[in-house]
């Protein structure tokens, strides 16, 4: 369950980036899908373990 934010940021960024930019602009998406990705795994790791 942490890990679904990167497997679903992670290629939406390439594929908007694509769409708006070129190979230069995949590049920047995926970039920024991984750390968006990173952000919502570490949140939802940390609301799990507040629930306890």
Known sequence: MG???ILLLFP???GV?????GNSGALW???????????S???IIKALRGRR
């Open 17 to 21: 980036g694509y769409l708006l930019a």
């Open 3 to 5: 890990c679904l934010p």
């Open 41 to 43: 795994m570490a949140l």
């Open 12 to 14: 939406l960024g390439f």
């Open 29 to 39: 998406g995926t970039g920024i899908g991984l750390l968006l990705g990173l952000l």
